[in-house]
C-alpha cells in the first residue's frame, strides 16, 4: 500500500497571495517529482472558487474536495470545526490546514504547516484586521496540533520560537525558490513596452507599508548620484499616489517613478531583465521572494543587512549595515558603487547568478519528504 502525503492546495483554486500561489504548485509538482518509491501526493483544494486548474498536474495521485468554499473553510478551520479533512499525512504550504488533534503515533497522522512571513506577528496593523486575526489563530492552533512548522530561515525561526516558545524543537527550515524555469523571457522588450516601462532602471518590489522600507530604497537612488528611473513592482492597486509621495520625499522626482503591481512570472522575468539593479532595504522576517529571483537571473543585488538577508544573500550581493536609523545613506553609497562601472556591475552579476542556484524546489521537496519520514 503506498504511503501518501495530501498537500493543501487552496491557493491554486482560489488564489489570496500570489507569491503563495507560485510556492504551492512549484512544491506540489517537485513533491511528485522526488516522491521516494512507494509514495504519491494528491491534493486537498475547496470545492468552490476556482477553474480546476489544480487536476492538471501532472501525476498527482488525486485531489479531495472540500465541502466548504474557501472562505468558509478558512473560518472553520480557524475555529478548529470538523471539515471532513483530517487524517493521514497533511503539509500546508501556508497556515491553511486542520489543525485538530490526531494520533501521530498510533493512526500515523501528521500535520505540517508553513510560515513565510512574520508580519501578522511584527506588524499586524499594516494587515487587515480579520487577516491578522486569522493568522494569530491559526498559529496558536499550530502550536497546540502542529507536528511541525516550517519556516524559510533560520532567522526566522528563531523569531518565531521567541513568539511562539512552546513550538521548540517542532520548528523546521525548509527555503523556498524563484519559480521552476524561471527566466527573461524572448519578449522581453515587448513585455516591458506593454508594461510602460523604460530600459535600464533600478528595481525596487513592495507596498507604501513601512516595513517594505521603499522610502530608504528611494533614498538611496536619490543619494547614488545617478539620476536613473525607479520601477516599483508588487504595489497594491490604487497605491501609486502614495509610492510617488514617499519618492518624492526621498528625492526622486515623479517623473523617474513606475509603479506596478503584482505581476505573472513572464513580466516579472521581463522587468528584471532589463534591471540595473535590485535594492532590497526591508528588514522585515519574510521570506525575500524577489531578493530570491533578481539573485536567480543574475541581477545585482543591493540590500540590507538584516538577519533574513544575510543568510539568504550571502556573497551573492552587496549587504549593507545601516548607520543609525537611516538606510538609504548606506543602500546608496553601494548602490553609487554598483553603477560606477561596468566591471563592478558585472561582477555583482556573476555573484548573484552564483548564489540563486542554491534554491532549488526540489530540494525543498526532499526536506519535506524527509521531515515526514522523520516524524
Not at 497605491?239 to 522626482?253: D, L, Q, Y
Amino acid at each position: 500500500m503506498s504511503a501518501v502525503l495530501r498537500v493543501m492546495l487552496d491557493q491554486l483554486v482560489a488564489q489570496t497571495d500570489a507569491d503563495l500561489k507560485v510556492a504551492s504548485g512549484e512544491l506540489v509538482r517537485a513533491l511528485i517529482a522526488h516522491a521516494p518509491q512507494g509514495c504519491e501526493v494528491e491534493g486537498i483544494a475547496p470545492v468552490a472558487g476556482g477553474d480546476g486548474s489544480v487536476l492538471e498536474i501532472p501525476g498527482l495521485a488525486g485531489v479531495r474536495r472540500t465541502t466548504l468554499p474557501r472562505r468558509e473553510l478558512a473560518g472553520a478551520l480557524q475555529l478548529g470545526l470538523a471539515t471532513g479533512i483530517g487524517g493521514g499525512m497533511i503539509h500546508s504550504p501556508s497556515l491553511f490546514a486542520p489543525l485538530v488533534k490526531h494520533d501521530r503515533v498510533h493512526e500515523n497522522d501528521q500535520t505540517t504547516v508553513t510560515i513565510w512571513d512574520l508580519r501578522p506577528w511584527e506588524t499586524p496593523d499594516e494587515l487587515p484586521r480579520s487577516s491578522a486575526g486569522w493568522h494569530k489563530a491559526m498559529l496558536k492552533r499550530a502550536v497546540k496540533h502542529a507536528d511541525a512548522v516550517v519556516v524559510p530561515t533560520h532567522a526566522m525561526a528563531r523569531r518565531l520560537g521567541e513568539i511562539s516558545p512552546k513550538l521548540s524543537d517542532r520548528i523546521r527550515v525548509i527555503s523556498g525558490a524563484a519559480p521552476e524555469g524561471f527566466r527573461v523571457p524572448t519578449d522581453e522588450v515587448g513585455r516591458r513596452r506593454d508594461l510602460g516601462l523604460p530600459e535600464g532602471y533600478v528595481l525596487l518590489a513592495g507596498r507604501s507599508v513601512a516595513s517594505d522600507a521603499l522610502a530608504a530604497g528611494f533614498g538611496a537612488v536619490a543619494r547614488s548620484g545617478h539620476e536613473v528611473p525607479v520601477v516599483v513592482i508588487d504595489a497594491d492597486e490604487g497605491e501609486e499616489p502614495a509610492i510617488s509621495e514617499i519618492a518624492a520625499a526621498a528625492g526622486v522626482p515623479e517623473r523617474l517613478v513606475h509603479v506596478r503591481g503584482s505581476l505573472d512570472d513572464a513580466d516579472r522575468g521581463a522587468v528584471f531583465g532589463a534591471a540595473v539593479a535590485f535594492v532590497a532595504p526591508s528588514t522585515r522576517a519574510a521570506f525575500p521572494w524577489r531578493t530570491v529571483e533578481a539573485m536567480t537571473l543574475g541581477v545585482p543585488v543591493i540590500a540590507v543587512d538584516s538577519d533574513v538577508l544575510r543568510e539568504l544573500v550571502v556573497d551573492g550581493g552587496m549587504l549593507v549595515s545601516p548607520t543609525g536609523t537611516d538606510a538609504a545613506d548606506a543602500l546608496g553609497a553601494a548602490l553609487a558603487e554598483a553603477l560606477g562601472s561596468t566591471a563592478a556591475a558585472e561582477r555583482l552579476a556573476v555573484l548573484a547568478a552564483d548564489r540563486g542556484r542554491v534554491f532549488s524546489w526540489l530540494e525543498a521537496a526532499d526536506k519535506i519528504w524527509a521531515l515526514h519520514a522523520e516524524l
